[in-house]
């Protein structure tokens, strides 16, 4: 069973940038595709961007295709979610995700999420 604790977050201005990791342990992190996801105030938690095993296939929600990038990296069982041109309607609670699955299937491990707050 594999562990996640996510580390990154905090209040950052409009258009700007913050760049979130996810510490796995625990488990045999090159074997699970990743997931980050975010929890809006009174809103259903959503998948946002998702990356395979091996790092060569991704998934972004259209809300923030462009601006987000997923990446991990095995050798220290981490990855991570760098957010550009960040506005208002990100402030979110941040979770990473684990799964034996596909990029869009069901996850099964979490983490206890980072809050990131886009304010001035």
């Known amino acids: 069973q594999v562990q996640l604790v996510e580390s990154g977050g905090g209040l950052v201005q409009p258009g700007g940038s913050v760049r979130l990791s996810c510490q796995a342990s625990?488990?045999?992190?090159?074997?699970?595709?990743m997931g980050w996801f975010r929890q809006a105030p009174g809103k259903g938690r959503g998948l946002l961007t998702s990356?395979?095993?091996?790092?060569?296939?991704?998934y972004y929600a259209d809300s923030v295709k462009g601006r987000f990038t997923i990446s991990r990296d095995n050798s220290k069982n981490t990855v991570y979610l760098q957010m550009n041109s960040l506005q208002r309607e990100d402030t979110a609670v941040y979770y990473c995700?684990?799964?034996?699955?596909?990029?869009?299937?069901?996850?099964?491990?979490w983490g206890q999420g980072t809050q990131v707050t886009v304010s001035f």
């Open positions: 995700a684990a799964t034996l699955g596909g990029l869009l299937s069901t996850y099964d491990y």
């Open positions: 990356i395979h095993w091996d790092g060569h296939s991704t």
């Open positions: 625990g488990g045999t992190f090159s074997r699970y595709s």
